[in-house]
């Protein structure tokens, strides 16, 4: 804008006529100011100025330079700080960075020593099974020899002449002959293995693996596998000497809880294998000298896990035509499933169990005659199978004996055992909700309620009554239902743990 102007009046005309001249604006509030309250000799001067500020304008700059000033050297200093902290936080993300670096390293390193002493280990292992069977063979056939001898034989050889020898005499000879056959009764006896399956439900504390580890000594336990262990991406159980650990974590963008693991002796040789599946894992040894690959898995029993236990038996039959090449096959895990023949009925787990058993041609174990009448899971008077321990006929054939303890249920003892040669498995019982309480109450008050429905009564047969007793057009002035079951007897739908026996 222009610093002069000539002063009109609204005319554009002073009252004389004549115009106004020498008129200079201020640059900072556009005060038009006379030239003679200026300093300036011409308005040529006063255009070549643009520092000059009218007296209000002067008097305001020098009273807000001291502020500005301040605030300017305040703005530096914050500035500075700013730029301080974040080099201190770039050197320390950088920092993280390297060292998680080098701590990764060195775990990749301890893993690949781990690994080599394993191998080591389960060579030795292996020749000293070789070792010990040949020996136990020459043992056995050098007592055949000297046991062996036939009573001509004694005769023709007898030094005496004919004389009958002392039954003093005798004495030491039989005395070798039964510490013989009680060392090969012992060596046979500390052959048996144990190996188990446990879930956890969670094992966030360093209690309940001390629990475990307890449990796992005082049962003789060769391997163990564990389910919900509830660890997390790095997350390990605490270490013991007696005990290595292999486990399958969830990441942290899974679902909460999960997570597989393995617990060996050892002086016992296992090797993890990496199956490309996050919701079962196998690890690959040897028992009583036989190539075993054992696996656990767990299928989830939410809404809509239909679809990924259908892919995770796939994955397995994938895993077992990759790897069980000359071995034989265990599998251990909580399947959640229920059999026809254990548990007179068949759901989608249960059915998904057989076809995986039927196409690798694997035994369920839980269906042999020492197992009929016994059940895994506990809760109240309800009981069910939902756990299996499935086989390779080889291996099967090895199993002496299977044992479900059903004591530790009803005294309401968190474990659950299968006390096997080659199967021994443990998990934790489970509670029923209100609605199952009420129906299980009714299910067991069926006699007094109509002497009609005996133990011996099928289960549509039951069903049908509790349909009867919860509609309207019912007749259940004669039934006196429990007052538990008021609430849920309208709801009849078949409870996985509701049995014929019951």
Known sequence: MKHTKRAKASNGKALDGEELVDWVQCPSCERWLERSDTPFETTQEAEADLSFLCRICERMRVMREPSQL?????????????????????????????????????????????????????????????????????????????????KSEEDVSNPTNGQSTEEAEALPAQDVKKKSTRHR???????????????????????????LYQMMGDEDIEIYAVAETHLRVMEEPPVHKSWQWAGLNR????????????????????????????????????????????????????????????????????????????????IMGGFNGHLQALDDFQDTNGELLLALARTLALDV?????????????????????????????ASARRLTHMNIDEKALRTQVYRRHFDPSLADSTVQCRTCGKDEENIEQLVLHRECLCPRQTDGATLPEALAFVNDCGTPGGDSRDTNVHPLAATAITKARLLQWWSRRQ
């Open 70 to 150: 301040q605030w300017k050297q305040e703005s530096e200093s914050w500035q500075l700080a700013l730029d301080s902290l974040a080099a201190r936080l770039e050197a320390h993300i950088v920092n993280s960075i390297n060292e998680r670096e080098v701590l990764l390293d060195k775990l990749a390193e301890e893993r690949r020593l781990r690994g080599a002493l394993l191998e080591q280990v389960g060579a030795l292992q292996r020749a000293l099974d070789i070792t010990a069977d040949k020996t136990s063979s020459h043992e056995n056939t050098s007592a055949t020899r000297r046991v062996e001898v036939t």
């Open 185 to 211: 009764r012992s060596r046979k006896k500390n052959e048996d293995i144990h190996v188990g399956f446990l879930n956890l439900h969670g094992a966030r504390t360093a209690s309940k693996w001390e629990e």
């Open 251 to 330: 990441s942290g963008q899974s679902r909460k809880g999960g997570g597989l693991g393995f617990l060996w002796k050892t002086r016992s040789a296992w090797k993890k294998l990496d199956s490309p599946c996050g919701e079962h894992m196998w690890v690959e040894g040897y028992l009583q000298g036989l190539a075993v690959l054992v696996g656990v898995a767990y299928f989830a029993v939410s809404a809509g896990a239909d679809a990924g236990n259908s892919r995770m038996a796939q994955c397995i039959r994938e895993d077992v035509a990759r790897w069980a090449n000359q071995r034989e096959v265990l």
């Open 365 to 393: 174990l839980n269906l042999r005659p020492e197992c009929e009448g016994q059940y895994t899971w506990s809760a109240r008077n309800s009981r069910s199978c939902i756990d299996y321990v499935l086989a390779t006929p």
